[in-house]
């Protein structure tokens, strides 16, 4: 059984950092890409970073280029999301998600970067405030 479970959001101040934590079970991270996503209420789901398991190859949204960065740490099969200098506007609920390498092993439809993400964890809230 996969399962993904985030931690680590919070409320902070603008300019202050978190990191959040995805542990996963269940999935083989040299197998996957594990991607960080966000959404705020009345507005669509938006992937901010992504690293691609093997080769450890990352991506990221505009929004996210110089402040945040992903991380995979296999030995303990966890995804981390450093965000550094923090934003209001970086506030949302905060999802890691998994995706095959072969999409055809996905049963989902979710498509984002180039990925079909079938597997996703609960979310972990960020608020920043100014």
């Known amino acids: 059984q996969v399962q993904l479970v985030e931690s680590g959001g919070g409320s902070v101040q603008s300019g202050e950092s978190l990191r959040l934590s995805c542990v996963t079970s269940g999935v083989t991270l040299s197998t996957h890409v594990v991607g960080w996503f966000r959404q705020a209420p009345g507005k669509e789901r938006e992937e901010v970073a992504q690293?691609?398991?093997?080769?450890?190859?990352?991506y990221y949204s505009d929004s996210a280029k110089g402040r945040f960065t992903i991380i995979q740490d296999n030995a303990e099969s966890t995804v981390y999301l450093q965000m550094n200098n923090l934003k209001p506007e970086d506030t949302s609920m905060y999802y890691c998600?998994?995706?095959?390498?072969?999409?055809?092993?996905?049963?989902?439809?979710?498509?984002?970067?180039?990925?079909?993400?079938?597997?996703w964890g609960q979310g972990t809230q960020v608020t920043v405030s100014s």
């Open positions: 998600a998994a995706a095959p390498k072969n999409p055809a092993l996905c049963t989902g439809d979710y498509w984002a970067w180039g990925r079909k993400y079938c597997y």
């Open positions: 690293i691609v398991g093997g080769s450890g190859v990352t």
